[in-house]
C-alpha cells in the first residue's frame, strides 16, 4: 500500500479518536456542563449528523481543488473546532463545535475514501479501505481509551486538548508528502460538468440498498458503544478504569474485525456478511444479558467490535463499489452511510433508556436494527 494511504490513516486516527472517544467521557462531561447523560449523549448524534449532512456537501465543494489543498484545510479546521470545544463552558457551543468538527471530518472522510479508492488498483479498494479504516479501530484501541483515563484523571477538557494536538502531525505529513491529486484548471472544467451525473448514482437501487444496510449496521454499533460506559460502571459495578479496559477490547476486535475483512471484501463479501450478520443479531442482545457478569461482558465487547466493523468495513467497501460512476462522489456517499447510522443509532440508543431495559436498552435497540438489516438483506440476498 503506497505511503500516502497510511498518512491519511494518520489523520483519521485522530478524528477517530474525537468521533469514540464521548463513549468514555459521557458521565464526567455530562456532570461538568449540567446536562443528564442522555442529553449529553447528543453530542454524538450531532457529529453524526454533521458527517452525513457534510459528506456530500463538502465532496461536492472540494471535487474541482486540489486534494492535498482540501484535505489539509479539513484538518486544520477538526483541530480548531476542538481547541475552542476544550475552552467552552456552555453546552450548546459545545454542540456547535461538533458539528463544525463533523462538518471538517465529513469532508476529509470523504475525499480521503475516494483518494484511496484511487490510489490502489480497481480491484484493491477493500485492502485500501482497511488501511483506512485502520485508523479508526487503532483510535478505538488506544486513542479513545487514552481519553477515557485523560478525562478520569484530568477531566474531559483534557482529552479535547489531546485531539486538536494529534492533528497536528497529521496535517504536516499530509502538506510534505501527498501530492496533489488535481494539478490544472483544465482537469477541474472537465470535472465539473460531471457533478449532476455523479449525483444521480443516488437513483440506483443497488447502491442506495448498500448504503441502507451500511447505515443499520452502524446505527446498532454506535448506539451500542456510546452508552457502554455506563453499563460497565453501572450494572457489571466495576469501577471509571475499567471502562478503558472495556473500549480497548472494542478496539482491538474492530481492528482484527476490519483487517481480516479488508482481505475479504473484494473477493467473497457475501462471506462476511452471511456470517457476521447473524452473529450480531445475536450478539447485541446476548450483552444485555450478560452485561452484570465482567467475565462474559469483556470477551463479548470484543466480539462485538470485531463483528461490526467487519460487516460494516464491508459494506461500506460495497458502497464504493455500487458508487463507481460517482468517483468524486463515492466516498461521500460512503461517509453519509456510515453516519446515517451513526446519527440514527445514539438517539434510538438514548430512547432505549427510558424503556424498562434501563441502561441495557441500547443493546436490545441494536438487536432490532441488525434484524431490520438482514430483513433488507433478504429481499435481495445477492450483495456482491
Given at each position: 500500500?503506497?505511503?500516502?494511504?497510511?498518512?491519511?490513516?494518520?489523520?483519521?486516527f485522530?478524528?477517530?479518536?474525537?468521533?469514540?472517544?464521548?463513549?468514555?467521557?459521557?458521565?464526567?462531561?455530562?456532570?461538568?456542563?449540567?446536562?443528564?447523560?442522555?442529553?449529553?449523549?447528543?453530542?454524538?448524534?450531532?457529529?453524526?449528523?454533521?458527517?452525513?449532512?457534510g459528506?456530500?456537501?463538502?465532496?461536492?465543494?472540494?471535487?474541482?481543488?486540489?486534494?492535498?489543498?482540501?484535505?489539509?484545510?479539513?484538518?486544520?479546521?477538526?483541530?480548531?473546532?476542538?481547541?475552542?470545544?476544550?475552552?467552552?463552558?456552555?453546552?450548546?457551543v459545545?454542540?456547535?463545535?461538533?458539528?463544525?468538527?463533523?462538518?471538517?471530518?465529513?469532508?476529509?472522510?470523504?475525499?480521503?475514501?475516494?483518494?484511496?479508492?484511487?490510489?490502489?488498483?480497481?480491484?484493491?479498494?477493500?485492502?485500501?479501505?482497511?488501511?483506512?479504516?485502520?485508523?479508526?479501530?487503532?483510535?478505538?484501541v488506544?486513542?479513545?481509551?487514552?481519553?477515557?483515563?485523560?478525562?478520569?484523571?484530568?477531566?474531559?477538557?483534557?482529552?479535547?486538548?489531546?485531539?486538536?494536538?494529534?492533528?497536528?502531525?497529521?496535517?504536516?505529513?499530509?502538506?510534505?508528502?501527498?501530492?496533489?491529486?488535481?494539478?490544472?484548471?483544465?482537469?477541474?472544467?472537465?470535472?465539473?460538468?460531471?457533478?449532476?451525473?455523479?449525483?444521480?448514482?443516488l437513483?440506483?437501487?443497488?447502491?442506495?440498498?448498500?448504503?441502507?444496510?451500511?447505515?443499520?449496521?452502524?446505527?446498532?454499533?454506535?448506539?451500542?458503544?456510546?452508552?457502554?460506559?455506563?453499563?460497565?460502571t453501572?450494572?457489571?459495578?466495576?469501577?471509571?478504569?475499567?471502562?478503558?479496559?472495556?473500549?480497548?477490547?472494542?478496539?482491538?476486535?474492530?481492528?482484527?474485525g476490519?483487517?481480516?475483512?479488508?482481505?475479504?471484501?473484494?473477493?467473497?463479501?457475501?462471506?462476511?456478511?452471511?456470517?457476521?450478520?447473524?452473529?450480531?443479531?445475536?450478539?447485541?442482545?446476548?450483552?444485555?444479558?450478560?452485561?452484570?457478569?465482567?467475565?462474559?461482558?469483556?470477551?463479548?465487547?470484543?466480539?462485538?467490535?470485531?463483528?461490526?466493523?467487519?460487516?460494516?468495513g464491508?459494506?461500506?467497501?460495497?458502497?464504493?463499489?455500487?458508487?463507481?460512476?460517482?468517483?468524486?462522489?463515492?466516498?461521500?456517499?460512503?461517509?453519509?452511510?456510515?453516519?446515517?447510522?451513526?446519527?440514527?443509532?445514539?438517539?434510538?440508543?438514548?430512547?432505549?433508556?427510558?424503556?424498562?431495559?434501563?441502561?441495557?436498552?441500547?443493546?436490545?435497540?441494536?438487536?432490532?436494527?441488525?434484524?431490520?438489516?438482514?430483513?433488507?438483506?433478504?429481499?435481495?440476498?445477492?450483495?456482491g
Amino acid at each position: 500500500m503506497p505511503l500516502p494511504l497510511y498518512l491519511l490513516a494518520l489523520a483519521v486516527f485522530a478524528m477517530g479518536t474525537s468521533e469514540f472517544m464521548l463513549a468514555g467521557l459521557l458521565p464526567g462531561l455530562a456532570a461538568d456542563l449540567g446536562v443528564t447523560v442522555g442529553t449529553a449523549g447528543g453530542l454524538t448524534s450531532a457529529f453524526a449528523v454533521g458527517m452525513a449532512v457534510g459528506a456530500p456537501l463538502m465532496a461536492a465543494l472540494a471535487r474541482n481543488r486540489p486534494g492535498r489543498g482540501s484535505l489539509l484545510g479539513f484538518v486544520l479546521a477538526f483541530a480548531a473546532a476542538h481547541a475552542v470545544g476544550a475552552l467552552t463552558a456552555s453546552f450548546p457551543v459545545l454542540l456547535a463545535t461538533r458539528v463544525v468538527a463533523a462538518l471538517a471530518n465529513a469532508g476529509f472522510l470523504a475525499v480521503a475514501l475516494s483518494t484511496a479508492a484511487a490510489l490502489v488498483p480497481a480491484d484493491r479498494k477493500g485492502r485500501a479501505l482497511a488501511v483506512l479504516l485502520s485508523g479508526t479501530t487503532v483510535a478505538t484501541v488506544a486513542g479513545v481509551p487514552g481519553g477515557a483515563v485523560l478525562g478520569a484523571l484530568f477531566g474531559w477538557r483534557a482529552a479535547f486538548w489531546a485531539v486538536a494536538l494529534l492533528c497536528l502531525p497529521a496535517a504536516a505529513g499530509i502538506a510534505k508528502y501527498l501530492p496533489p491529486l488535481v494539478t490544472s484548471d483544465e482537469r477541474c472544467d472537465a470535472l465539473a460538468p460531471a457533478l449532476r451525473s455523479e449525483l444521480a448514482e443516488l437513483g440506483r437501487p443497488r447502491l442506495l440498498r448498500a448504503m441502507l444496510l451500511a447505515a443499520l449496521v452502524n446505527a446498532a454499533t454506535f448506539g451500542g458503544f456510546t452508552f457502554l460506559s455506563p453499563v460497565v460502571t453501572g450494572r457489571a459495578g466495576l469501577g471509571e478504569l475499567w471502562v478503558p479496559v472495556a473500549l480497548v477490547l472494542f478496539g482491538a476486535g474492530s481492528f482484527a474485525g476490519v483487517t481480516v475483512a479488508g482481505r475479504l471484501a473484494d473477493r467473497r463479501p457475501g462471506l462476511v456478511l452471511a456470517v457476521g450478520g447473524p452473529l450480531l443479531l445475536v450478539g447485541w442482545p446476548a450483552l444485555a444479558v450478560l452485561a452484570g457478569r465482567p467475565g462474559a461482558l469483556f470477551p463479548l465487547v470484543f466480539l462485538l467490535g470485531a463483528l461490526s466493523f467487519a460487516v460494516g468495513g464491508t459494506l461500506i467497501t460495497r458502497v464504493l463499489y455500487e458508487a463507481a460512476g460517482a468517483p468524486a462522489l463515492a466516498g461521500a456517499y460512503a461517509t453519509a452511510a456510515l453516519n446515517l447510522g451513526a446519527t440514527t443509532g445514539p438517539l434510538l440508543a438514548a430512547a432505549a433508556l427510558g424503556t424498562a431495559a434501563g441502561a441495557l436498552g441500547p443493546f436490545y435497540a441494536g438487536g432490532l436494527l441488525l434484524a431490520a438489516a438482514l430483513a433488507v438483506a433478504a429481499v435481495r440476498p445477492r450483495v456482491g
